[in-house]
T-cell receptor
């Protein structure tokens, strides 16, 4: 149980275009979903936290107008990278949590490799 | 703010060797502590967790004990296998988010 999927697994796009990444919890309802960014050989950096039906909370330094997050249902959250540039190339990972308590386990998706040319 | 410090890698071991990856944390209060494993090209998988002091998390031969007195959550395995080669992340949960360490790459050779 507790499976989280992401789609696509890899995407290559041209500079200036927008890319949407989906994160789905397949066998549980995710009250809260998180989006992380991982640079090569580095740890995960939290970008934003989204609760179903409400606006996402962005971490300091993350542009909310560039990284649009929509958590429309208890099983789906999307991250849209708008007007992508080469510096946005990275590994994006989502996670989902059953409840709102910090002690609840986060289950991670397999990640999406974004390459902006 | 919260922080998690784990030993730098890479760590290279022979199969059946004993593994220890150190992790210490600083946080307000007592967060839940986690170890995640990431295989090449994949996302993170929860390996084990502990939610309070003196709890021991264990899974697949790995274990870690939440030590409040030393603020540590060291990962151990008595006999590693080649299939354990991966990057291991220690993380602490406080408030509404997880704080991750920088990851430790483990390579196990025959």
């Amino acid at each position: 149980g507790a499976v989280v999927s992401q789609h696509p697994s890899r995407v290559i796009c041209k500079s200036g275009t927008s890319v949407k990444i989906e994160c789905r919890s397949l066998d549980f309802q995710a009250t809260t979903m998180f989006w992380y960014r991982q640079f090569p050989k580095q740890s995960l950096m939290l970008m934003a936290t989204s609760n179903e039906g409400s606006k996402a909370t962005y971490e300091q330094g993350v542009e909310k107008d560039k990284f649009l997050i929509n958590h429309a249902s208890l099983t789906l959250s999307t991250l849209t990278v708008t007007s992508a540039h080469p510096e946005d190339s990275s590994f994006y990972i989502c996670s989902a949590r059953h409840g709102r308590a910090s002690t609840d386990t986060q289950y991670f998706g397999p990640g999406t490799r974004l390459t902006v040319l | 703010g919260d922080s998690v410090t784990q030993m730098e890698g890479p760590v290279t071991l022979s199969e059946e060797a004993f593994l220890t990856i150190n992790c210490t944390y600083t946080a307000t209060g007592y967060p839940s502590l986690f170890w995640y494993v990431q295989y090449p090209g994949e996302g993170l998988q929860l390996l084990l967790k502990a939610t309070k002091a003196d709890d021991k998390g264990s899974n697949k031969g790995f274990e870690a004990t939440y030590r409040k007195e030393t603020t540590s959550f060291h990962l151990e395995k008595g006999s590693v296998q080649v299939s354990d080669s991966a990057v291991y992340f220690c993380a602490g949960g406080g408030g509404n988010k997880l704080t991750f360490g920088t990851g430790t790459q483990l390579k196990v050779e025959l």
